[in-house]
Nanobody, 124 residues
Framework: VQLQASGGGLVQAGTSLRLSCAVSGRTFTRYSVGWFRQIPGKEREFVAATSWRTSTPSYADSLRGRFTISRDSAKNTVYLQMNSLKPEDTAVYYC??????????????????WGQGTQVTVSS
């Protein structure tokens, strides 16, 4: 299984960006996908996840309302739409795959497969 994250870049505060995570080697059947982000020197933190079990996505409380995760099964791709970006959203964004569902998706340990990360830089 491979996950390829893309779509990062340098943007101004207040604008939007959409990240993509292309999954190859398997489908979304019993396979959840999440997004995490990491700032240098800090722990990798949960952003959002889409579970294979439910249509209701999960979000970090601080990002709910600005970020939206979605899944296109035909393209085997998961997207992260990020709106009203702030300088503090600057980070490397990683997508990851997991056979788990539910609240375990908030935790890095639930994920077996990781993409390489894409840099998002938001200037003020």
């Amino acid at each position: 299984v491979q996950l390829q994250a893309s779509g990062g870049g340098l943007v101004q505060a207040g604008t939007s960006l959409r990240l993509s995570c292309a999954v190859s080697g398997r489908t979304f059947t019993r396979y959840s996908v999440g997004w995490f982000r990491q700032i240098p020197g800090k722990e990798r933190e949960f952003v959002a996840a889409t579970s294979w079990r439910t249509s209701t996505p999960s979000y970090a409380d601080s990002l709910r309302g600005r970020f939206t995760i979605s899944r296109d099964s035909a393209k085997n791709t998961v997207y992260l739409q990020m709106n009203s970006l702030k300088p503090e959203d600057t980070a490397v964004y990683y997508c990851a795959g997991s056979p788990s569902s539910g609240t375990t998706l908030y935790y890095r340990r639930a994920y077996n497969d990781w993409g390489q990360g894409t840099q998002v830089t938001v200037s003020s």
